[in-house]
């Protein structure tokens, strides 16, 4: 055989050998759909915070100020869950009582402020205040 040939053989199997490579990998990348999928929105919860927990002085009925931070993704209303305790930890035996507060209209990266008011509280205990839930509805 002539070194031509040989050659000729040599390229067609480098060729081969390439195909054999890259087109699974080309395969696979064309059924996978190209881009990554985009993450999950961030929990609402995350976006909400108790700032202040105080005892009505005139109603004797626990109060909760709640701030309300607002997405990137655009203006929506937050519906957040204020629980109402006398301990910071859970007591499983002992419900705690809650409130639904509904902020309208948050816009992204503004702040907006609501009160939660929850049950007559008893004397001479101190009330914990923090969020239990929140749930955020876009373009509302």
Request: charged letters at 15%; hydrophobic letters at 50%; proline letters at 13%.
């Amino acid at each position: 055989m002539s070194a031509l040939k040989w050659q000729g053989w040599l390229v067609g199997l480098v060729v081969l050998a390439g195909l054999l490579v890259f087109a699974p990998l080309t395969l696979y990348v064309w059924a996978s759909g190209g881009d990554p999928p985009a993450p999950p929105p961030r929990p609402a919860v995350e976006d909400v915070r108790v700032t202040a927990c105080r005892i009505d002085p005139a109603s004797r009925r626990v109060a909760a100020a709640v701030a309300v931070s607002g997405r990137p993704e655009g203006t929506g209303a937050y519906v957040v869950t204020v629980e109402f305790r006398e301990d910071a930890q859970p007591d499983p035996a002992q419900p705690a009582a809650q409130a639904l507060v509904k902020v309208p209209g948050v816009a992204p990266g503004t702040t907006e402020y609501a009160e939660a008011l929850g049950p007559v509280w008893p004397a001479a205990t101190v009330p914990w205040c923090g969020v239990a839930a929140a749930e955020f509805a876009p373009g509302r």
